[in-house]
């Protein structure tokens, strides 16, 4: 069995891979003051919950946009797996042509979406991801990625909107029933969702204009993505297990 590491700003997402098969995954924060013990007893106490033998678990592989973790995190897998992972980064083999400015400037969880979202769908097509940032990437039908978008992401935007001003309250993210909103609250929500879908559709009509490809498929993943997508009819596929998938993918190609 695999193990599949996706560190991102906010969360951190762990999955097992028997074969081609998802056996489970998992969410937590990403911290990087935490130890690699911490780390490690963590993932055996996710297995152990999920009746997973750790002990077949004989192959790993690491996204990271947080350097200050991968030093723990990669101690904790030698430690309590007794594995050296796969790294994505330069070097590894992905199918996938970075022909942008500076190749080494795109994150390795760009690269793990782009990947797993050509492998499926081929190209040429938009990949979003509904993270911390939000990221728009196209790749041609080659499998070259050459250009991307990147905007704050929705959470982040809200962050902004309750932080920066003294009177209005911290809110749950979600759809009011109607954009004519009567209160504080749902003002809020309205302007954070409908302008949120307001920007994606923006964005991919533009990008599609300018690509000159009306025609290419627009795949969406990331945490606040199905909310958006349900909205939406610029977006065409919904995959919240998009980077495991791709964090796969790419082991597999480098076996």
Excluded: C
């Amino acid at each position: 069995m695999v193990l599949v590491v996706d560190i991102g700003n906010t969360n951190t997402v762990v999955g097992v891979y028997k074969e081609d098969e998802l056996m489970g995954s998992w969410r937590m924060v990403t911290r990087s003051d935490k130890t690699s013990d911490e780390y490690g007893v963590f993932i055996m106490n996710l297995l152990i919950y999920s009746n997973i033998d750790h002990k077949e678990i004989d192959g790993a592989i690491v996204s990271s946009v947080v350097p200050n973790v991968m030093h723990s995190f990669e101690n904790a897998l030698k430690k309590y797996f007794n594995i050296n992972p796969l790294i994505v980064g330069p070097g590894i083999k992905t199918g996938i042509m970075l022909s942008s400015d500076n190749p080494r400037q795109v994150g390795a969880d760009r690269i793990v979406d782009i990947v797993a979202a050509y492998e499926q769908y081929g190209g040429p097509l938009i990949v979003i991801d509904f993270g911390t940032a939000t990221t728009y990437d196209i790749v041609n039908e080659k499998g070259e990625f050459k250009y991307g978008v990147t905007s704050p992401g929705i959470q982040i935007s809200a962050d902004a909107l309750w932080s920066r001003t003294a009177q209005l309250p911290k809110i749950e993210i979600k759809k009011p029933s109607s954009i004519l909103a009567k209160n504080t609250i749902t003002s809020m929500q309205a302007g954070l969702v409908y302008g949120y879908i307001g920007q994606v559709e923006y964005i991919v009509k533009k990008m599609k204009e300018e690509f000159g490809r009306e025609d290419m498929k627009v795949i969406a993943t990331g945490g606040l993505g199905r909310l958006i997508s349900d909205e939406t009819s610029v977006i065409d596929v919904y995959d919240s297990q998009l980077l495991l998938k791709g964090l796969k993918i790419i082991y597999d190609k480098n076996l």
